[in-house]
């Protein structure tokens, strides 16, 4: 899964919205704020969509999630002439809206704990996986 945008929403009326990401990391400690995210998510290797529900599902267990987008599918990119002929693989991907009072770093940990979870781990660039 990848960590695509995370935006401020402060429940305490003194902070201003125009907070630099900087910023709010360096108040990560604080739990008065909320943050919405976006995180894209696609799986070209195995079952997809059960690939794809089982993320949902175990994102549900750190975060609050508020929507997500339909699936769609889109061709493997990025192969170079020498990549196996099995990696070219379409992919099925969606976007999860989440709200968390996690920082960036501590999301994409978490994410990243996810990922390995559900058995993405050393693998050649570029090649297929069960969930990014």
Same mark, same amino acid.
């Given at each position: 899964?990848?960590?695509?945008?995370h935006?401020?929403?402060?429940?305490?009326? /003194?902070?201003?919205?125009?907070l630099?990401?900087f910023?709010?990391l360096l108040d990560?400690?604080?739990?008065?704020?909320?943050?919405?995210?976006?995180?894209?998510?696609?799986?070209?290797?195995?079952? &997809?969509?059960n690939?794809?529900?089982?993320?949902l599902? &175990?994102?549900?267990?750190?975060?609050?999630?508020t929507d997500v987008?339909?699936?769609?599918e889109t061709p493997?990119?990025?192969?170079?002439?020498?990549? &196996?002929?099995?990696?070219?693989?379409?992919?099925?991907?969606?976007?999860?809206?989440?709200?968390?009072?996690?920082?960036?770093?501590?999301?994409? &940990?978490?994410?990243q704990?996810i990922e390995r979870?559900?058995?993405r781990?050393e693998h050649?660039r570029? /090649?297929?996986r069960?969930?990014?």
């Amino acid at each position: 899964m990848i960590f695509l945008y995370h935006t401020f929403s402060g429940n305490d009326e /003194s902070k201003k919205p125009d907070l630099t990401f900087f910023q709010i990391l360096l108040d990560s400690g604080k739990k008065d704020f909320v943050m919405t995210s976006y995180i894209a998510a696609g799986s070209n290797d195995g079952n &997809r969509e059960n690939n794809l529900l089982s993320a949902l599902e &175990r994102l549900k267990g750190i975060c609050a999630v508020t929507d997500v987008s339909p699936l769609y599918e889109t061709p493997a990119a990025l192969l170079f002439d020498t990549a &196996r002929d099995d990696w070219n693989k379409p992919y099925l991907n969606c976007v999860f809206q989440i709200e968390t009072d996690r920082d960036a770093f501590s999301l994409l &940990r978490e994410l990243q704990k996810i990922e390995r979870d559900m058995g993405r781990g050393e693998h050649e660039r570029w /090649s297929p996986r069960v969930i990014d």
